[in-house]
């Protein structure tokens, strides 16, 4: 039971293009055999462990499964004030608990807290990142507007206003 774990998630994000700004759960496969995800159930609460139930997917081993909430049958949304998430199996037992941050314009993943590098569906590594940039179609996609800026990307000792767009190479660290 204790091979699926959650690795990312992101809640309702108005100011990225990523997946529709909807909030998602990405979970893991880290076993060695293929499991039933609808066997298993994920809250916001330990003392509720069948508040959401998983959808009819199979994981295979090293596979990611990315839920998007109120679209996959997944009825949970996640505060961008941020929670603990817990993941269930069937028979009630605890397999995985995250305590989820403030979100308000980041996505969280396991390995790195908060990021503004999404990687859902991929490894959370820049390479999966990378991968998921790649996956998403090619149209011209502001991301990022900076007025007032005071931080960011110096040109000549001064600080101009910024608009980035998706395959801006600033974006890409």
């Known amino acids: 039971n204790d091979q699926i774990i959650i690795t990312e998630a992101q809640s309702n994000n108005d100011t990225d293009w990523t997946l529709g700004f909807h909030d998602y759960i990405e979970v893991y496969n880290g076993g060695e055999t ?9 809250s916001r609460s330990q003392s509720e462990p069948f508040a959401c139930h998983m959808p009819a997917v199979e994981l295979a081993p090293g596979e990611y499964a990315l839920l998007i909430c109120d679209i996959d049958l997944l009825d949970m949304r996640l505060p961008k ?4 998430l817990f993941l269930f199996y069937r028979d009630g ?9 403030a979100m308000e314009n980041n996505v969280w993943q396991r390995e ?24 998403v179609p090619h149209t ?8 007032s800026n005071s931080k960011l990307l110096p040109l000549n000792g001064e ?5 980035l767009q998706r395959d801006s190479p600033w974006l890409h660290h």
């Open 34 to 42: 293929t499991v039933k995800l609808s066997q298993y159930f994920l």
């Open 81 to 84: 004030e941020g929670s603990e």
């Open 93 to 101: 037992t605890e397999c995985d608990a995250v305590d989820l941050p």
């Open 112 to 135: 790195y807290g908060l990021t503004m590098q999404p990687s859902p569906g991929y490894a959370n590594t820049e390479a999966g990142a990378s991968a998921y940039r790649a996956s």
């Open 140 to 147: 011209l996609a502001i991301t990022e507007v900076v007025s």
């Open 159 to 163: 600080y101009n206003d910024l608009i």
